[in-house]
């Protein structure tokens, strides 16, 4: 009797644990050349708030495609979309030529050689918390390739979405971004760590903005990071 009894409170306390802890939601940070450095330290703020964070440089956009679906956040630093005046935005340069792109038109338009698009992506990706598009233009709507910003939340669900309708100096893009990431892992919203880190950067040289105020961001950004998690948009 009492081995039947001692079994089924190691029953109940087996059932009373808590379930094995999940991993880390994940998070890939991107620099597009050694000019914009700034993955690995958005890569170390990510991993003290609590996320499995890595980074790398030149990557080719297949490397980024195949895995910001099932990322947690998602940050590029580098070039923007670019054909004229009346046509730019829309997209974000890797290595080889390869982009990721909001989506293209009925002509099939796209730069470089090897594209990738957000628009083709089968389901949503509810599961990105937050992507950052720190490149030229990320924000801007283009005819050919649309709006990327837009895409990414509006059509595709991430919860939310930081980029730029203007041209981003380099320098200042990589105060942003330090500024950015050093903030919402203190305790800021997303929201307030954009703004904020803009008016960080505004006396660092060259002084002025030089386009980190033409931030755009989307979605429900007066969330925090943390606790580390997936998007629920």
Known sequence: ?????????????????????????????????????????????????????????????????????????????????????????????????????????????YPGTDPYYIRDYETDIRDVLLAVYLACYSSHYNPYNGDLVWETVTNKNADICIGFDGEVEIENGKCWSENFWDRVRNGETVASATSNAKDDCYWQWPIGYWGVDTYEISGNYNSYLTPARYGVY
């Open 1 to 109: 009797m009492k081995q039947w009894l001692f079994m089924l409170a190691a029953l109940f306390l087996l059932a009373a644990l808590p379930a094995a802890v999940s991993a880390a939601p994940p998070a890939h940070n991107y620099d597009c050349s050694d000019t914009t450095p700034t993955a690995y330290d958005a890569q170390v703020d990510q991993a003290a708030m609590g996320y499995s964070s890595s980074s790398s440089m030149n990557a080719h956009a297949s490397t980024a495609y195949s895995t910001f679906r099932s990322d947690a956040i998602f940050f590029f630093n580098g070039h923007g979309l670019y054909y004229d005046e009346s046509h730019k935005g829309g997209g974000i340069k890797f290595s080889s030529e390869s982009w990721i792109l909001a989506g293209t038109d009925i002509d099939g338009r």
